[in-house]
């Protein structure tokens, strides 16, 4: 099997591709001029916003995994640029030169109703406000109406191999006005790595699916766990389900976190 991976020296994909290789999979990797690849992986030029760079990067594989994203800009422009427009073009370079192939999308939980009346699950109505979900939504919308084989993983907050991204968590809760209580459901960069191998095999086709752990983590805890403690608060929690999304579609499929919980990946020096 040959797959393409886009955003392959992001957060995820610099720590999805090796896993990749690992288990023997023939990868190659968007890249931009000049931007190192592992061992063992094709490197091909190119970028989401030039069409034309990416006939060569699809022709012939078996599957995609679009993790490319921008979640912050200066400018709403650009989030919008890569993250909707960008996959137009991946997927009409797809449609042209690799039909057959096996279109796996990295989305976000962010996408959900902040003021939700249970864990979110895949089909609830979706509509965000900020730009990068919006954006995420808007994509989903684009592959899901392509006539492609597509599937889309929701990530939880994604952490562990020591990515740094758990050490964000007092800067994330302070910009997005979270209490300390709000739980958020997670991933670990493991675990996305089992779940995308589950899509390259074909269980997720046609299907969103959450990615996420067993527990949802409180803001408090994790604070806690990096050692940036959050100062806790008496006003009621007013939106207890915001980030909180439903994993029983994943693992009813197959889906068995190695690391189940965010503690359990502490105990195992995993962060």
Not at 105 to 118: F, K, P, Q
Not at 194 to 222: C, H, Q, W, Y
């Amino acid at each position: 099997m040959t797959v393409l991976i886009t955003g392959s020296t992001g957060l995820v994909g610099s720590r999805l591709l090796p896993r990749l290789v690992a288990a023997k999979i023939d990868c190659r990797a968007l890249v931009r001029a000049g931007k190192a690849v592992p061992a063992g992986v094709r490197a091909v030029e190119g970028d989401l916003l030039d069409p034309a760079s990416l006939a060569a990067a699809v022709d012939g594989v078996d599957a995609i995994v679009h993790l490319a994203a921008v979640l912050r800009a200066p400018q709403p422009e650009q989030i919008w640029a890569v993250n909707l427009e960008g996959t137009r073009n991946l997927i009409a370079a797809t449609k042209e030169h690799a039909r057959g192939s096996r279109f796996i999308m990295a989305s976000t939980g962010l996408v959900y109703d902040e003021d939700g009346h249970g864990p979110a699950r895949e089909g609830d109505h979706v509509a965000p406000k900020r730009d990068y979900p919006a954006s995420k939504v808007a994509a989903e919308k684009l592959l899901r109406e392509s006539g492609l084989n597509w599937s889309i993983l929701r990530y939880g907050f994604v952490y562990g191999d020591k990515d740094g991204h758990l050490s964000q968590i007092p800067h994330i809760a302070q910009r997005l006005q979270m209490h300390p209580a709000n739980r958020l459901s997670m991933i670990h960069h493991r675990d996305i790595a089992a779940l995308t191998k589950m899509g390259l095999s074909g269980v997720f086709d046609r299907r969103i699916v959450n990615a996420v752990d067993d527990a949802p983590m409180t803001i408090f805890e994790l604070g806690q766990i990096v050692g940036a403690p959050i100062e806790p608060v008496a006003a009621p929690l007013t939106n207890p389900w915001w980030c909180v999304m439903d994993g029983s579609l994943a693992q009813s499929l197959g889906f068995k976190p190695e690391l189940a919980t965010t503690r359990q990946a502490a105990r195992d020096g995993v962060l």
